[in-house]
C-alpha cells in the first residue's frame, strides 16, 4: 500500500520560504499513472489544490500561488517537494500531499497532513 | 476558476435516514467531478469519480450523479461511520476546485 508522509518546518516567518517534502513509500515515485500534487486547507480557503509534479518533472501549478511556487521530484530519494516564497498569514494551513491518479483523476492516496504556521 | 457551491453547508440527520448534498458548478464540466469525505483531523478520501463511478472499498450506499453543472451525492441509509464532511471536486480543467463542504451531523 502506498503511503505518503509529509515533514519540515511547522513554524515559517512571514516573508520567508515554506518548504516541504514529502516521502513515498509502498510504491515508486517513477510510476508515469501519478501526478504528486499538494493540497492545503485552512478555515479560510478550505481546501485549495497548489499544484503536482510528475515523474518526468513537469509541473502544473494553481495560477493564484504560481509565481512564488516551486514543486520539485526526486526520484532517486522517491520525494517530492514544495517550495513557497514569500509567505504571509494567509499561507497558513494543513499542508498535504497527494498521489494524484492521472486515469480517473482522483486524489487516491493522501499524507496524514503537516501544519505549517506563518508568524513572527 | 471554476467556484464549486456546495448546499447546505451542514445539516443533521439520523441513522438510517436518506442524506442529499447538491454541488454546482460555475460553467459545465461535463462529468468531471468526485465527492471526498473528510473525517476530523484526517485527510479526505475519495469517495465517487466522473461524478457516480464508486471509488473501490466504497459501501454501495454511497451514489452520486449528475453532469454538467449540477451534481448530487447521495447516502442511501446514513450509518454511524458516515458523520463527516463531504467536499465535492471539479476535475475538469486546472486549477482544480473544491467546495467548502457539507458538514454532516447527528440529528
Known amino acids: 500500500q502506498v503511503q505518503l508522509q509529509e515533514s519540515g518546518p511547522g513554524l515559517v516567518k512571514p516573508s520567508q520560504t515554506l518548504s516541504l517534502t514529502c516521502t513515498v513509500s509502498?510504491?515508486?515515485?517513477?510510476?508515469?499513472?501519478?501526478?504528486w500534487s499538494w493540497i492545503r486547507q485552512s478555515a479560510g480557503k478550505g481546501l485549495e489544490w497548489i499544484g503536482h509534479v510528475h515523474s518526468s518533472g513537469s509541473t502544473n501549478y494553481n495560477p493564484s500561488l504560481k509565481s512564488r511556487l516551486t514543486i520539485s521530484v526526486d526520484t532517486s530519494k522517491n520525494q517530492f517537494s514544495l517550495k513557497l516564497t514569500s509567505v504571509t498569514a494567509a499561507d497558513t494551513a494543513v499542508y498535504y500531499c497527494?498521489?494524484?491518479?492521472?486515469?480517473?483523476?482522483?486524489?487516491?492516496?493522501w499524507g496524514q497532513g503537516t501544519l505549517v504556521t506563518v508568524s513572527s | 476558476d471554476i467556484q464549486m457551491t456546495q448546499s447546505p453547508s451542514s445539516l443533521s440527520a439520523s441513522v438510517g435516514d436518506r442524506v442529499t448534498i447538491t454541488c454546482r458548478a460555475s460553467?459545465?464540466?461535463?462529468?468531471?467531478l468526485g465527492w471526498y469525505q473528510q473525517k476530523p483531523g484526517k485527510a479526505p478520501k475519495c469517495l465517487i469519480y466522473?461524478?457516480?463511478s464508486l471509488q473501490n472499498g466504497v459501501p454501495s450506499r454511497f451514489s452520486g450523479s449528475g453532469s454538467g453543472t449540477e451534481f448530487t451525492l447521495t447516502i442511501s441509509s446514513l450509518q454511524p461511520e458516515d458523520f463527516a464532511t463531504y467536499y465535492c471536486l471539479q476535475h475538469n480543467i486546472y486549477p482544480r476546485t473544491f467546495g467548502r463542504g457539507t458538514k454532516v451531523e447527528i440529528k
Open positions: 497527494v498521489g494524484d491518479f492521472r486515469i480517473t483523476r482522483t486524489f487516491d492516496y
Open positions: 466522473g461524478a457516480s
Open positions: 460553467q459545465g464540466i461535463r462529468n468531471d
Open positions: 509502498g510504491g515508486s515515485i517513477s510510476s508515469t499513472s501519478y501526478y
